[in-house]
């Protein structure tokens, strides 16, 4: 059967970077306090003049290098993002212009910090049914811009960054084996926000991210743990067979406790969370890109990627290397 196999991975993440130490000069918090419910020692802020689509470009082009595929032979550009500079055109639009991939049609995902594997998942069945044979998916976005700078609940957890693969099609046993995602809207209030189309209230609502973070942090490990078993026993494979997995980057005590869930020694979790924090959409295509760059996956290797946002959506992809 005809799969979609990962040929290329690239990631940018802004120059500037901001510390948990930068914020105690403005905020109610401490590094302390940060690291230990978190594991998040700093976050990268975009600059002025860059936007979701310009961190998508850039992470874009490293991974067409590596797939040695140009843009003009892009048949897809999907993009995970709840966060582009326009509500339209996509960011996918934007994406396709700047890489200059004339060929390509694009369109965005909305799935918050699923919007990764919910983007992949699109894709691989526009692979599968053949009429794309060469697509570029890609995680990206701005968080820092969506958040109250004065909450303290929320702002600290945030980074941007872009991440991005390039899939081709393939006969063989390597690719995306499968993907699995799941929705359920009852839970919205947990995490959400407001949007230019919500009806006016008075006085007007802001437009911040909001988030009750206990509850999130508990649906959210047996949410990321059963969707990785429900892809494997898909499969017929079990978590011994798994090199790695890649969870979404929110907090470093929900990777240790899915990697509890499943009996994974924490070598086996992949972690980057420190680094860059919470960037959403982009934080499974960076975190692969930073893997594969060194060294950690090789050809063969059987991986996972699950995420988890807001929605709430959730989902996994299981990938032969
Ligand atoms: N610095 C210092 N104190 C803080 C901070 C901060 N940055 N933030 C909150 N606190 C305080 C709270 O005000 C509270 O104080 P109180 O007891 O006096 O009221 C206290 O710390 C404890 O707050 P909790 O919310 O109970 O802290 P908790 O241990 O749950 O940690 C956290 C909070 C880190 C947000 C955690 O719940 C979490 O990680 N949840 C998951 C959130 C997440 O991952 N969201 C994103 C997933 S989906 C997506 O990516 C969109």
């Given at each position: 059967?005809?799969?979609?196999?990962?040929?290329?991975?690239?990631?940018?993440?802004?120059?500037?970077?901001?510390?948990?130490?930068?914020?105690?000069?403005?905020?109610?918090?401490?590094?302390?306090?940060?690291?230990?419910r978190t594991g998040i020692h700093q976050?990268?802020?975009?600059?002025?003049?860059?936007?979701?689509?310009?961190?998508?470009?850039?992470?874009?082009?490293?991974?067409?290098e590596m797939a040695g595929v140009a843009p003009e032979e892009l048949d897809l550009i999907v993009?995970?993002?709840?966060?582009?500079?326009?509500t339209f055109p996509s960011s996918?639009?934007?994406?396709?212009?700047?890489?200059?991939?004339?060929?390509?049609?694009?369109?965005?995902?909305?799935?918050?910090?699923?919007g990764f594997i919910f983007a992949l998942s699109n894709a691989v069945n526009y692979h599968r049914l053949g009429g794309v044979k060469r697509s570029l998916v890609i995680g990206s976005e701005v968080m820092t811009r969506t958040v109250d700078w004065k909450d303290r609940n929320t702002c600290v957890l945030f980074?941007?960054?872009?991440?991005?693969?390039?899939?081709?099609?393939?006969?063989?046993?390597?690719?995306?084996l499968s993907t699995h995602l799941h929705s359920d809207g009852n839970f919205s209030e947990l995490l959400y926000q407001p949007g230019?189309?919500?009806?006016?209230?008075?006085?007007?609502?802001?437009?911040?991210?909001?988030?009750?973070?206990n509850e999130v942090f508990k649906v959210a490990v047996k949410a990321l743990s059963d969707v990785a078993l429900e892809a494997l026993e898909a499969n017929g494979l079990r978590k011994e067979d798994?090199?790695?997995?890649?969870?979404?980057?929110?907090?470093?005590?929900?990777?240790?406790?899915?990697?509890?869930?499943l009996d994974l020694g924490p070598e086996k979790v992949f972690s980057n969370v420190d680094q860059v924090a919470n960037t959403s959409a982009a934080s499974i295509p960076i975190a692969l890109d930073h893997a594969h760059r060194g060294g950690k996956i090789q050809p063969g290797d059987l991986i996972l990627l699950n995420a988890f946002g807001g929605g709430l959506t959730w989902g996994a992809a299981l990938v032969r290397w």
């Open positions: 059967m005809i799969k979609a196999r990962i040929a290329g991975t690239g990631s940018y993440v802004p120059e500037k970077v901001v510390t948990n130490f930068d914020l105690e000069k403005f905020l109610d918090t401490s590094d302390e306090w940060i690291v230990s976050r990268h802020v975009a600059a002025a003049d860059e936007n979701a689509s310009d961190l998508a470009t850039q992470a874009s082009r490293k991974a067409l993009v995970g993002t709840v966060t582009g500079e326009f996918g639009c934007m994406i396709q212009k700047k890489l200059g991939a004339r060929k390509a049609f694009a369109f965005d995902v909305s799935a918050a910090c699923s980074g941007d960054g872009a991440g991005a693969v390039v899939l081709v099609s393939e006969e063989g046993e390597r690719g995306i230019l189309g919500a009806s006016p209230t008075e006085p007007p609502q802001d437009h911040f991210v909001k988030m009750q973070g798994l090199k790695m997995i890649f969870p979404h980057q929110a907090n470093k005590r929900i990777l240790d406790a899915i990697g509890k869930r």
